[in-house]
């Protein structure tokens, strides 16, 4: 209660410290882990981040919202077969989570299983078809993969599905600039 008034205040660190004290009289405590994680991810301490993510999610099994940001993590950090068994986790409970789908078939691509990529990331289209990110990691896939034009309309249909996203933004900019060989 006292880290959460803290990060109210803006008070991080002070709420950084309440948080641990938490844990130290209970580290199984999956929620504060997971607030801490969130607050050292706001704070841009990665590394943190990533060791409170997996603690959380380890603590909270059935988590939707810790096995996805612990999945995200891992698959920055190219642990590709533990980003697949987090976002198998979440399958299991939820098979048409989009969020589960994409980071399942970016895991596979990181495990160089293409058309189980794909295919993933075609059903989490299927499932959320408003899904921008979606849309870019195919397009991204596609491009890997030599389908330059098919590559281009996924970054657009990105764009299209959320205007706002500076994401599929950026990534249909640096497909252009990769085509003119910037």
């Not at 009289?25 to 994680?37: K, S, W, Y």
């Not at 794909?118 to 389908?147: E, K, T």
């Amino acid at each position: 209660t006292r880290a959460e008034r803290y990060i109210a205040q803006k008070k991080y660190d002070e709420a950084v410290l309440e948080y641990r004290a938490a844990l130290k009289q209970d580290p199984n405590r999956g929620d504060a882990r997971l607030r801490l994680a969130d607050l050292h991810a706001q704070q841009g301490d990665v590394q943190a981040a990533f060791t409170e993510y997996i603690r959380a999610a380890d603590a909270m099994p059935n988590s939707t919202e810790a096995q996805l940001k612990a999945g995200a993590l891992l698959l920055m950090a190219n642990r590709f077969a533990e980003a697949k068994s987090r976002a198998e986790s979440v399958l299991r409970r939820t098979p048409r989570n989009a969020a589960a789908l994409m980071l399942l078939g970016n895991a596979l691509a990181g495990l160089d299983d293409v058309p189980g990529a794909f295919d993933l990331l075609r059903q989490a289209i299927d499932v959320d078809p408003a899904s921008g990110p979606a849309y870019s990691n195919m397009g991204a896939l596609q491009l890997a993969h030599g389908d330059r034009r098919l590559a281009e309309a996924s970054f657009k249909k990105a764009i299209a599905a959320d205007p706002k996203s500076a994401t599929a933004r950026v990534a249909l900019a640096s497909y252009y600039r990769w085509q003119n060989g910037e």
